[in-house]
């Protein structure tokens, strides 16, 4: 079992533009949770997804969108990127909401804004 | 508000020195504390979690809830454990499972 997967690795992006980055879960598990890790800090809660919907936000603006499949991977889209949108972008898939169960982190996709 | 402290960026200890890696929190309610750590080249993974009070690498880790802290201990410091270590909580405040992270500190075993 690869774990959680992301794709890209690494991703150079332009102020202005839109970017999507790809989360495939852990098999087993069908809850995506998405978080911004900037430089120095801890990771940032994004979004979470189960069962194909939104299921909790954190502190972010609509530019910051996302999906879940039916296979339960998922997808973060970025719109309008700033500069300030540079960070590692974590993905971490668990079993189940709400449930406190363990969660199991990608190796991230690193953004950087020019 | 919630909150997670870690006061410390960086701390060395020698190698069989015992460690310390503070942690404290602010939160309303029953929260649930983790440990989370990251070695060099390595994705970030779970080390230990209160609710289970396990010992995992020869460390523990006790939830004050007077003091309002985790911290993360070991007796005997190794090399190995040299990495990033962040303390985290979750609860109903934050949503379900989602995890509120601190700033983390860096460890460095020094031989």
């Known amino acids: 079992d690869a774990g959680v997967t992301q794709s890209p690795t690494h991703l150079i992006k332009t102020r202005g533009q839109q970017v999507t980055l790809r989360c495939s879960p852990k098999?087993?598990?069908?809850?995506v949770s998405w978080y911004q890790q900037a430089l120095g800090q801890g990771p940032q809660f994004i979004f979470q997804y189960y069962e194909e919907e939104e299921r909790q936000r954190g502190n972010f603006p609509d530019r910051f969108s996302g999906h879940q499949f039916p296979n339960y991977s998922s997808e973060l889209n970025v719109n309008a990127l700033l500069l300030g949108d540079s960070a590692l972008y974590l993905c971490?898939?668990?079993w189940g909401v709400g449930l406190n169960q363990p969660q199991h982190f990608g190796d991230g996709t690193r953004l950087s804004i020019l | 508000a919630q909150r997670v402290t870690q006061p410390e960026k960086l701390l060395s200890v020698f190698k069989g020195a015992p460690v310390e890696l503070k942690c404290n929190y602010s939160y309303s309610g029953s929260p649930e504390l983790f440990w989370y750590v990251q070695y060099s080249r390595q994705r970030l993974q779970l080390l230990l979690r209160h609710i289970s009070r396990e010992s995992i690498k020869g460390f523990t880790a006790d939830l004050n809830k007077g003091e309002t802290s985790f911290h993360l201990k070991k007796p005997f410091a190794q090399e190995e454990d040299s990495a990033m270590y962040y303390c985290?909580?979750?609860?109903?405040?934050?949503?379900?499972?989602?995890?509120?992270f601190g700033t983390g500190t860096r460890l460095t075993v020094i031989p």
């Open positions: 985290a909580l979750s609860g109903r405040l934050t949503g379900a499972n989602n995890l509120f």
């Open positions: 971490a898939s668990s």
């Open positions: 098999s087993g598990h069908d809850t």
